[in-house]
């Protein structure tokens, strides 16, 4: 399914995370199902490999013992083929198919966020939104004009200020016992999402 970050500005945390995180959730269930179904995609997985640590775990999740057997079993052959040949040193590597389709991905809602930020309405959006994680925010300054870019930092300061002012308050809610948690219940998390991005984001 294709997404949009205009869908994006209804939630918590930053936009370009949100829509890759759903991206990816998608593409795992499919590759998941697909290395069951089909041999050729489960070769494909084998000769990359796997998966990363954080992508394996996660896959490993989605599978069923049976299936996490079978790929174990198909990359353990292919380990013992390559020592046995003295090959191994090409091997070390994993070039993780679900960290290949985030990074994909993750270029697209790059190129889309730039497009959508000329545009007064969703400009008006985005500040009323979390706006971007360090990660993102950095990358997007990277590569817009000046004007665009004043835009951006003076709303990731905004974005702070108000983030800052929910934790305040969550924090004098908990210390009180009070359960009357309203819109702040998720502070902490935006927060650490704003300065590491997405839980297994990559930073390059
Ligand atoms: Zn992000
Ligand atoms: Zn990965």
């Known amino acids: 399914m294709e997404r949009s970050l205009r869908v994006a500005t209804d939630y918590r945390g930053c936009l370009i995370c949100h829509v890759l995180d759903k991206d990816e959730t998608d593409y795992m269930a499919s590759l998941q199902y697909q290395t069951i179904k089909d041999e050729r995609v489960r070769q494909g997985v084998v000769s990359s490999n796997g ?23 198909g990359l353990i052959e292919r380990e013992i083929g390559e020592m046995e040949h003295g090959s191994l040193e ?13 990074a994909e991905r993750e270029e697209v809602y790059l190129e889309e966020l730039q497009i959508l930020l000329t545009d007064k309405v969703f ?3 985005y500040e009323g939104s979390d706006g971007l994680c360090r990660i993102h925010l950095k990358k997007v300054l990277n590569s ?14 905004m974005h702070l200020k108000l983030l800052k002012v929910e934790l305040d308050t969550f924090i004098s809610k908990v210390r009180s ?14 927060a650490i999402e704003k300065w590491v991005g997405k839980k297994g984001l990559k930073v390059k």
């Open 51 to 73: 998966y990363c640590n954080f992508h394996f775990h996660q896959m490993a999740r989605l599978a069923s013992p049976m299936g996490n057997a079978v790929l174990g079993k």
């Open 90 to 102: 090409s091997n070390w590597e994993i070039d993780c198919l679900v960290c290949r389709y985030v």
């Open 123 to 125: 400009q008006k959006e």
């Open 144 to 157: 817009v004009e000046d004007v665009l870019s004043r835009f951006l930092l003076k709303t990731q300061v």
């Open 177 to 190: 016992t009070s359960r009357d948690m309203g819109y702040e219940k998720n502070s902490w998390w935006v």
